[in-house]
């Protein structure tokens, strides 16, 4: 089978064009046999979480970012179905609020950081303030940042200075144990049109839909770009972007497993050996316990 993890991983070695991804690509998996290799990797990916839980020793944090409709929602209900819900926690970052802007742009994405042993999910994250802002750069005077009094004065500097604070940030939390994996979910514009028109078609589907989501259609291309300058711009060996295909969601997922899975290989967690100290007290308290009556 194809080395999904490296297939579809961008360090920032190269810069790369959303354009020379495939998003139907489903290389040599069929759809026929993707529950039974998607069941296969939660079994050991729910193995090493368990020791991931045990090790307390490192965080994996775990980023969805796409455009609507692109199965973020799905993905993560699928790929995290069988893990133990004590050592996940999933947060959907809305629009912010007053006490958020009250603070920089990472500090609601900081407080939301997954525990040593613990997995985070972020539908969504502290990208959207260098992608939905990029688009609509109006957004960014919701922060009242001094010397930012209207779009003329986000300049490419302001850019470059988020995506640096970005990177140090990933950096930060890098070195202090959380593993951190990025995923863009590639829809095609003519998926994501197939699917709008099924949630309108289907009344069970309705609440999924909302009419702001056509509106942002309309900015595809200005999105793309943004995603692109994004993707190259914050992509490192330690944090590293996949871009994976999101046409076919039974392939999206068994690939987001096979990162999830992958990753925590890489993290060689433990389970914790009893010091000789602690085994002596384990002794004592199984006599003290098998001498009850």
């Known amino acids: 089978m194809d080395n999904i993890q490296e297939q579809f991983k961008i360090t920032g070695e190269k810069k790369i064009s959303l354009n020379d991804f495939d998003t139907a690509y489903t290389?040599?998996?069929?759809?026929?046999?993707?529950?039974?290799?998607?069941?296969?990797l939660i079994k050991?990916?729910?193995?090493?979480?368990?020791?991931l839980y045990a090790d307390n020793r490192h965080a994996l944090l775990i980023i969805f970012q796409a455009m609507d409709a692109a199965g973020k929602d799905g993905a993560i209900a699928h790929t995290m179905?069988?893990?133990n819900p004590q050592g996940c926690q999933v947060y959907s970052f809305k629009q912010p609020s007053t006490e958020e802007l009250d603070h920089d742009f990472l500090w609601r994405h900081y407080i939301a950081l997954p525990e040593r042993g613990r997995i985070g999910i972020h539908n969504r994250s502290?990208?959207?303030?260098?992608?939905?802002?990029?688009?609509?750069?109006?957004?960014?005077?919701?922060?009242?940042?001094?010397?930012?009094?209207?779009?003329?004065?986000?300049?490419?500097?302001f850019w470059k200075g988020r995506y640096k604070s970005i990177k140090d940030f990933e950096k930060h939390l890098t070195r202090n144990g959380t593993?951190?994996?990025?995923?863009?979910?590639?829809?095609s514009k003519e998926e994501q049109k197939e699917r709008?028109?099924?949630?309108?078609?289907?009344?069970?589907?309705?609440?999924?839909?909302?009419?702001?989501?056509?509106?942002e259609r309309t900015y595809w291309n200005?999105?793309?770009?943004?995603?692109?300058?994004?993707?190259?711009?914050?992509?490192?060996?330690?944090a590293p972007w996949y871009i994976i295909p999101a046409d076919k969601k039974w392939f999206t997922r068994i690939a987001i497993s096979n990162v999830i899975l992958e990753t925590l290989k890489e993290l060689h967690p433990k389970d914790p050996v009893p010091t000789p100290e602690e085994k002596e007290k384990f002794a004592e308290v199984k006599k003290m316990l098998e001498s009850e009556k």
């Open 179 to 187: 593993k951190i994996v990025k995923f863009f979910l590639h829809l």
């Open 44 to 51: 050991e990916t729910a193995e090493l979480q368990t020791k």
């Open 27 to 40: 290389g040599l998996y069929k759809k026929d046999d993707s529950e039974e290799i998607l069941a296969g």
């Open 196 to 215: 709008f028109l099924k949630r309108l078609d289907h009344e069970d589907k309705n609440w999924k839909f909302s009419s702001a989501d056509v509106t």
């Open 81 to 83: 179905s069988g893990l």
């Open 126 to 157: 502290h990208y959207e303030n260098v992608l939905i802002t990029k688009v609509h750069p109006e957004i960014v005077l919701n922060e009242r940042i001094p010397g930012i009094e209207k779009v003329a004065d986000i300049t490419d500097d």
């Open 222 to 238: 200005d999105y793309m770009n943004a995603y692109e300058e994004a993707i190259n711009t914050t992509a490192t060996e330690d």
